[in-house]
C-alpha cells in the first residue's frame, strides 16, 4: 500500500487566490481526517469525514475554507481567497474506523502565502 | 470537551539516558490514547496506544507508556535513548466509540533532542 497520498508537496501562492490540497486515503480505510500544523497553534483537527460524510467541521477557521469528500478514495481542502496567516503544513489523516489502529497520515502539504 | 497537554515544549537528553515525555488530558468519559511521533519533514506516525486492557504498552523500538486515570496521564518514556530518537512527540487522546477512530485532539508537542 503507498500509504496516505498528498498533492502537492510543496504550494507557494499569492494573497487572494485559490487553493486545493488533495488527498487520497488508504483503500479501505472509510475515516478521513484534514489537520493543519504551526509552530504557534500546533496540530489542529478541521474536518472529519466518515463513510464520506462530514461528521465535525467545526474546526474549519472560517468560511474561506472548505472541504469534500466526493468518494471514498479522494478528498479536497479548498482556501478561496488565501491569507498569508493561512500558511502551514496541511496533513491527511484516514483510518479503519472501529478497529483502534489509530491514523495513517500523509507527508503533509507545505502551503505558503505571500 | 477533550484536551491534552504536554508539559515540556523540549526536552534535552544525552545518548543511552532515559527519557520521560509527559502528557495529561481531561475528558468527561472514556478516552483512548495515543503517540505519535514526526521526524523532520515527514507526517506523522504512530508509536504506540492505549485502547483497553493493560495500561502499560509498548512500542517495537523500546518506548512504552502507562496510562494512570486516577491521575489522567499518559506518559512516554524510554530506558535508553539513541540519536535516531531525535523527533518530535506527540500525545493525542479521542473520545467516542470509535476504537480511536474519531478526531483525535493534539497535544502541542515535545521536541526530543539527544546530546551526543
Known amino acids: 500500500d503507498a500509504g496516505v497520498i498528498q498533492s502537492p508537496r510543496h504550494e507557494v501562492t499569492e494573497m487572494g487566490q485559490e487553493v486545493t490540497l488533495r488527498c487520497k486515503p488508504i483503500s479501505g480505510h472509510n475515516s478521513l481526517f484534514w489537520y493543519r500544523q504551526t509552530m504557534m497553534r500546533g496540530l489542529e483537527l478541521l474536518i472529519y469525514?466518515?463513510?464520506?460524510?462530514?461528521?465535525?467541521d467545526s474546526g474549519m477557521p472560517e468560511d474561506r475554507f472548505s472541504a469534500k469528500m466526493p468518494n471514498a478514495s479522494f478528498s479536497t481542502l479548498k482556501i478561496q481567497p488565501s491569507e498569508p496567516r493561512d500558511s502551514a503544513v496541511y496533513f491527511c489523516?484516514?483510518?479503519?474506523?472501529?478497529?483502534?489502529?489509530?491514523?495513517?497520515f500523509g507527508s503533509g502539504t507545505r502551503l505558503t502565502v505571500v | 470537551a477533550q484536551s491534552v497537554t504536554q508539559l515540556d515544549s523540549q526536552v534535552p537528553v544525552f545518548e543511552e539516558a532515559p527519557v520521560e515525555l509527559r502528557c495529561n488530558y481531561s475528558?468527561?468519559?472514556?478516552?483512548?490514547l495515543f503517540w505519535y511521533v514526526q521526524y523532520p519533514n515527514q507526517g506523522l506516525q504512530l508509536l504506540l496506544k492505549?485502547?483497553?486492557?493493560?495500561?502499560l504498552v509498548e512500542s517495537i523500538n523500546g518506548f512504552e507508556a502507562e496510562f494512570n486515570k486516577s491521575q489522567t496521564s499518559f506518559h512516554l518514556r524510554k530506558p535508553s535513548v539513541h540519536i535516531s530518537d531525535t523527533a518530535e512527540y506527540f500525545c493525542?487522546?479521542?473520545?467516542?466509540?470509535?476504537?480511536?477512530?474519531?478526531?483525535?485532539?493534539f497535544g502541542k508537542g515535545t521536541h526530543l533532542i539527544i546530546q551526543p
Open positions: 469525514f466518515n463513510n464520506n460524510v462530514p461528521i465535525d
Open positions: 489523516a484516514s483510518s479503519l474506523r472501529g478497529t483502534g489502529h489509530g491514523y495513517t
Open positions: 475528558s468527561s468519559v472514556s478516552v483512548y
Open positions: 492505549y485502547l483497553s486492557g493493560s495500561t
Open positions: 493525542a487522546v479521542s473520545e467516542g466509540s470509535g476504537g480511536g477512530a474519531d478526531g483525535l485532539t
